[in-house]
């Protein structure tokens, strides 16, 4: 069924808690593609209301509450936006055999997550799907996904990853921000780019392990906290760590911040230039 | 002799100092034009110092090769020299950092023999 969707119009890859795609899809309407370890899936999405829920892992196929019951078992999705035309999304309809006025799951975004919700799966599974335990390997690369780049190594932190997902706050991110995002990891050199505040990861595009990644990154924060008060430079726009393997690179971005990790042949002047008419952008009230 | 090096920073378009310091925080020698070098500033060297080289370590262990730190106004380079020893510029946002870093690439060696 999935290789049957139409294509639409990919806005990008990117990783987030499942939550985070029903709270930033109020204006959407197309598809979500979902990967989680060696299975994939979809929602199909209306302006913020989920009509289909549909994963498959081998022989198993998952649809509705199972199928979002095991989104929702993920800390965080790898997922692609992909927005459909009026006949794209018809033709989507069609393809899913969705009556237009009857969703297959309804409003399912309020259930809560560790609610079970009834499992529709489709064959019976011969073996138990990995609900919670994290994928030894990287999940396979789809040829539409962006070329693969070179992963900085970084140190695992001690804590856990938490088995139950977190539930984002409201729309913090609109359409064009997650654009603007997209653009800038489709940068020669990006190997993966980071919204986030002093709580939490909001959104990230690329193949790194965020925690490790927004470690490191609220440590430079705290550096620019404790230069900033005594330097009369004007605003911050970014702080570049440069190590052997690529840079680091923290900056400002609305009320939340950017991390974006590259390789060390990136273009710096290209970056600087990009974060800097971000902020002039912000500065001139923009809506971005 | 040292000065002399760092003068080929300061000549260079709005670059408005050249440090070469210790990671305690003493100035072993510094040129500037149009920009003061106090305690302040010092405090703010030795924290990029310690700090960036620590946040370099949580990368497997990586050493640091260049920090930068960019404002609207101006930006602060800073590159380990050896050991200790780190050599920080100063400009305008308008100075051309690829003409910097490379200058700071080039006199290197020069440097680490002056030390």
């Known amino acids: 069924m999935i290789d049957q969707l139409p294509e639409g119009k990919s806005i990008g890859w990117m990783q987030a808690p499942p939550q985070w795609i029903f709270s930033h899809t109020v204006r959407f309407v197309g598809v979500v593609h979902v990967v989680i370890q ?12 989920p009509l289909i829920y549909y994963f498959k892992h081998g022989r198993i196929e998952l649809r509705g509450h199972a199928a979002l019951d095991y989104f929702n078992s993920q800390p965080t999705i790898e997922f692609n936006l992909c927005k459909y035309t009026p006949e794209e999304f018809s033709q989507a309809l069609k393809i899913c055999n969705v009556e237009k006025t009857g969703p297959e799951t309804p409003d399912m975004r309020r259930k809560a997550p560790d609610e079970p919700a009834q499992a529709e799966v489709v064959e019976k599974p011969t073996e138990q799907l990995p609900v919670i335990s994290r994928p030894e390997q990287p999940p396979p690369v789809l040829p539409e996904r962006p070329e693969p780049v070179r992963q900085i190594p970084v140190t695992k932190p001690a804590a856990s990853v938490p088995k139950r997902i977190l539930i984002p706050q409201p729309a913090v991110l609109e359409e064009p921000d997650i654009k603007i995002i997209g653009q800038i990891k489709k940068l020669n050199g990006i190997v993966a780019i980071s919204v986030f505040n002093d709580d939490r990861n909001i959104l990230l595009m690329g193949d790194v392990e965020i925690e490790p990644l927004l470690k490191i990154a609220r440590t430079m924060l705290a550096t620019t906290n404790k230069i900033t008060p005594h330097l009369d430079w004007g605003s911050l726009v ?15 971005y609305h009320e939340n911040h950017l991390c974006i990790l590259t390789t060390r042949t990136i273009n710096i002047g290209h970056i600087r230039r990009i974060l800097r008419d971000l902020q002039q952008d912000r500065s001139q009230g923009v809506i971005l | 002799m040292l000065k002399q090096i760092l003068n080929k920073f300061l000549i260079l378009n709005d670059v408005q100092a050249a440090i070469v310091i210790q990671e305690n925080g003493e100035i072993i020698e510094s040129m500037k034009s149009g920009i003061v070098i106090n305690e302040g500033l010092q405090e703010v060297l030795s924290t990029i110092m310690l700090d960036s080289k620590k946040t370099a370590a949580q990368f497997g262990n990586a050493s640091l090769s ?6 609207s106004d101006y930006f602060l380079i800073l590159g ?21 870093t490379y200058e700071m690439k080039k006199n290197q060696d020069a440097i680490v023999s002056l030390l």
Request: hydrophobic share 50%; charged share 20%.
């Open chain 2, 66 to 71: 260049m920090f930068f730190v960019e404002f």
């Open chain 1, 238 to 252: 970014h702080m570049t760590l440069q190590i052997p393997e690529g840079n680091v690179i923290i900056a400002p």
């Open chain 2, 80 to 100: 380990p020299v050896m050991e200790e020893f780190y050599l920080a510029i100063i400009a305008k946002n308008t100075a051309n950092i690829g003409q910097i």
């Open chain 1, 38 to 49: 060696d299975g994939e899936g979809f929602i199909l999405i209306k302006k913020g209301k």
